[in-house]
């Protein structure tokens, strides 16, 4: 199956430093998404981006579906930015259906 | 007020007995999810349900069950037969079941003792 893999693992940053967080994938995707995982596991979304670059706020993202890549950009960080990064890619797993694979995350803390 | 209602978010539970974790959705999405989640681990995919009646396993279905009676319900049962059931559990729906953005409950974190 497609492997994902987030970089890096973890990452410390003092409060507003910038960050960028990677994920590679193996194989072609439908689409990605990114999610942050708060301290009590809530995992909310912060990007449906098959392809292109968006941007909310202090965060953007960029996908090149073309080389299987990503790259989640933090701005400036808040200690609310702490918690678990996670990216997830569609593919194809037969019979009309698709399914996501998760990367392992990346650990962000942000320390005043 | 719309959304993913898990429930309960926490539960304990002594070894051998069987346990449903509850996930409701008013969001008329078709396909829900069951992941787990292991302490500094991603997610991996339990079961999935795409439409009424119909139901899938995924990558870690062994010693779990599901049923999809209604579109809004989508029940886990954790049973006996599952050797390591300590885990994060997160139900997850989609509107489409192919490039549909993926939406999270809470989570239920289940201990057995």
């Known amino acids: 199956g497609i492997q994902v893999e987030q970089s890096p693992p973890d990452l410390i940053l003092q409060e507003g430093a910038n960050s960028t967080l990677r994920c590679n994938f193996s194989d072609s995707v439908n689409n990605l998404q990114w999610f942050h995982q708060n301290p009590w596991g809530q995992l909310i979304n912060l990007f449906y981006i098959p392809s292109g670059t968006k941007q909310n706020g202090r965060l953007s993202a960029t996908t090149v579906a073309t080389e299987r890549y990503s790259l989640l950009y933090i701005s400036s960080s808040q200690t609310t930015d702490s918690g678990v990064y996670f990216c997830?890619?569609?593919?194809?797993?037969?019979?009309?259906?698709?399914?996501?694979?998760f990367g392992k995350g990346t650990k962000l803390s942000v320390i005043p | 007020d719309g959304g993913i209602t898990q429930s309960p978010k926490y539960l304990f539970r002594k070894e051998g007995q069987n346990v449903t974790l509850s996930c409701e959705q008013n969001l008329n999405h078709d396909a829900m999810y069951w992941y787990r989640q292991d302490p500094g681990q991603g997610l991996r995919l339990i079961y999935y349900s795409q439409i009424v009646n119909d139901f899938q396993k995924g990558d870690i279905a062994e010693g779990y069950s599901v049923s999809r009676e209604k579109k809004e319900s989508f029940p886990l049962t954790v049973t006996s037969a599952q050797k390591n059931p300590t885990a994060f559990y997160l139900c997850?729906?989609?509107?489409?079941?192919?490039?549909?953005?993926?939406?999270f409950g809470e989570g239920s974190r289940l201990t057995v003792l």
């Open positions: 997850a729906t989609r509107d489409r079941t192919n490039t549909g953005e993926l939406f």
């Open positions: 997830a890619v569609d593919t194809y797993s037969g019979a009309g259906s698709y399914q996501l694979t």
